[in-house]
């Protein structure tokens, strides 16, 4: 068993993570860490938790650890879930110690020398690494997975992209609240509402997917524009996609080319790995964000409405994904799988 | 005076044009009719009224009568709140029989002979009426509104059209429960929901929207597509529109035009229109659906968020407006001013 | 293996008995009655599945089937989801046919010689079932399960009546959207919205309550009064209870008495008995609806802020507990697994 | 013109007092204070604006003041919208500098010699004024309008007690976000939920009720007992009721005891008063939250389903009513009138 380390642990991906990693095959959970104010309560008490059933008892009574090298110095991995001010420096901190850090924070997505990696499409940014470590002059490394829209969009894209090339896409999206954490949205300002506002998504969205898409040194030469709303659903970002295609692409190939998608991680078998990546729906009403959110254990993306796109002869569809498994906690663990099956960790 | 009947009186847009007409100084409501079913049922027991606040005294002991222009004699003009499939051929009973058909119904908005009227738009359309009469024969006419989503969106194209011209629009919706009717949505489908399909919306956002921003003779020559869904609001369409403009069109210069915005209807000074029919909001998180769906009583829509679009150099913006007000009871009401004072009745 | 057939399949609470019995180590479902319109269609055709996940592919493809027991000739027993109008005669014919029934439907519930089970609770009431026989001369049976707030009340009762004895019982509820099955209650009807009013819902209540608690003779000599409320939630009947005991009951026995108790179906280790039939929450804001109700696979209920009440030296508390599962399905489940553990089946 | 003052004023209780004093015939709102950080910025800037419609244009570009007496030395009146814990302090400096405080916080409500008025019940109590001015030796005086749960509960039981006499009450509460304030509940707790618990109400409604319905020196003798909880509704708090009256009470005679109810403010012509304080509705699913609440332009209290209560001869009955506006900013508002009506202020 690997020793895991948690930083950020008591936020909704935090605990979400902790969730995941009960009974993990390959990660122990031996360290949460959380801001200063909840250093040393246990972490059952200092946890707001608001993931269905019972903390993990493996972690419940831990207590809550400083965000430092030092107090996890038995950890083989980090997983940080800190906010993207934070984790800027303390995941230098940890990667300076010679700890593989695992991230969902942005802070260090759009680094150069950092893989920004959704399994299924990019593992072989992994060779980033070394650079990373040649430059910064650590043993440690850091790794990131990207924006939850970013990586629902990414994976329904990648398949097309691969088969038919990619000149652009526009994508509006319908978000769920625990996308802004906790305590997140009030729930005045959203019951009967929606949001048309969410602050640096539409610029993740549009940087981070030509980076993922892309190859080690260069991101994909597509543009994207986003539009970023949030709507009153508890989890499940779903995404409105037009997207003109290099080759003139049928629909019924698109079809065919999302379902015969696979990656790294289903090659490696890989313990968080979805069976499909992405599964197409033929309903015409579907995906539904409360009824296909689970879809593959929340590693799933679903998309259906594939249809033809007017005005450039493209693509439209539609895609969902569970933002708090695949769009953060559980892309960080099938990151962190990755590492270990490549020998990083 | 003028007298008015509504067929379709109890359904969700029939009760909106009934209360909406309750104290209209030019209009009065002296016939109701709905299926056969209600027919002799006064109308306070027949309605299962979702209103907020009584049903209008001067209709709530009206009795039901047939959809038939017989049971309607004395009224001037029709307002048709009626469902597309009967609506076809009953609208053209009652033009047939002499009378000024106001429909918020699809079924003729597409024929060439018949106006899409969006009044602050369009109203020059209204000479389609003596073609239609020289056509199909009769005395009567057939005057629509658009579709809810569309005419919230080409409200908010119209300045830009004029302007700037416009190559293609992509707009995304987040449309409103009251749009699908009563009993319309099951609540165990749509709370903690999105529902990406909305039955024939794309496309008659994709077909009407050209041709009310067209010449009489002519749709425009810009193409729209549209992706369509259902959240959890109860009122107000929202929709994020995309677009590429002819002449390249700066932000500020956009906001302008819609600011300074104005049609017939404010030049005329009809009872139901708003002062400004788009309202252009600067703080970066509105329009919002339950904050501004009633701006302007509901007759206005909402713009904010207008900003640069990076692939074509375009402009992106947010666009709501009150389904059942601007898009379509008040819609229609504001086409019916729009033929008085034009003297059509 | 025992056959098992299902009636009413299609419904809410037949699809939830679909879910609940796929992969059940005791019953093997081998046929679907369901309205005749329905006929003939394979299941997965026919349902509109408002369930998580896939149609169980056993039962997907089946062809649904008449609701006679001719149709289901093979099946030892029959759960019925049938609407109470439909349950009452098509019920009798099953027994009569030599069935043994277990039944969801109100239609025979207070019926004297038919057991109304909450299995934790009056699994003595069986005795009935021969009684039934000999006066009805039928081979069969029918046995029911309560209606689902009922069930839910009357299990956290259980321990304080036999411990403390009690005077009277009010109960206020806010129940959730799938006890209306589907379509059920209008989105456009209960977002935002509270509705103080479920059809014979309080009836329910106040009958079945005391016979659940009686003997096989004779109610229970406490009253309940009940008022019965809607609320915007998917899953779960919450409920506050007030009661007066006949002796005085202090807060920490009452603790004491819900988390000692245990019945019949633990005994026996029935495969759909809970470890804890009833499930006390400390912190003083639970149980909540959405955290809790999935508590014991969904068959456990949650009682909390358990507390003196004033007027009558009583106590008061809430208890929550999942409709569909404990108060539907998943009790006619416990019912027939008690049925044939006591060898009726 | 009277001038008032406001403290607390950007929270939603103040801004929904800014509300309804705009055009307000008789107050004039020339201060409003808030807590220090917002001090200097303009009214319209320091507040998160939660009400339908614009910030009031008279009160938009005042500067927030210090909750000082110092700093509005020109009021003749200052409602309070504090929060508890610093109004206690603060009003007392207002009474002290000569001020009327008409207050919605709970600080004072329970001393014995300040008034907790709802005023078509109690508008006597005001006599406490002049005990409370001679034991605290201040010129000024505190008036304050009780908790939200029980302004609507009392007007509801003031007819009943008149006529029948009340032995006791059951309440079992179904409150609104907007009760919580902002950002109040978080969306993530209550989408989809209920929660069992609101800090403190249950004994406000307890210890309130009756020194309300009681004599200027005496509570009333019967006993209250309540059971609260949140409700996914943004506002309106809807009450189930169960009471034992003294006298046996007709259900017919309950109705027509509260339709012919009418209080002080009616006989004066309050500018705030409901024509009619309670509303009887016949419908058996009304009241409901989304339909009734602003019913009297939310000042009145909506009642339904009165019906008997089984297990002491008593009655039954659902009340409604806005909590912002009859609970708490149109109460201090209806207060505040009755103070100037009566040449206290």
Redesign the interface.
Known sequence: MIEAGILGATG?VGQKIVKLLDGHPWFNVIAVAASERNVGRKYRDAVKY?V??DVPSNVADQEIVDIEPKAMDKADVIFSALPAEIANRKEEDFAQAGKIVVSNASAHRMDPDVPLLNPEINSEHLALIDDQRRKRKWDGAIVTNPNCSTTILSLSLKPIYDKFGIV?V?V?T?QA??GAG????????????????IRGEEEKM?YETPKILGSVTKPADF?V?A?C?R????D?H?E?V?LETKQKARVDAVIQAMEDFSGEPQKLGLPSAPMKPIVVKRE????????DR?EGRGMSVTV??IRR???HEGI?Y?VLGHNIIRGAAGCSILNAELLKSKRYI
Chains 1, 2, 3, 4 share one sequence.
């Not at 709507?231 to 508890?234: E, H, L």
């Open positions: 909704l608001r269905q059933g652009n526009f509006s319908m609240l625990s906790f305590p997140g949205v009030a729930s005045l300002d959203i019951l009967d509402n929606t949001i048309p506002f549009e543009k524009s539009s709303h709507v009153p659903v508890v499940g779903m409105a037009f015409r009403d579907r995906p539904q964000t409360k009824l689970l259906g409405r796109e007017g005005i439209k539609i």
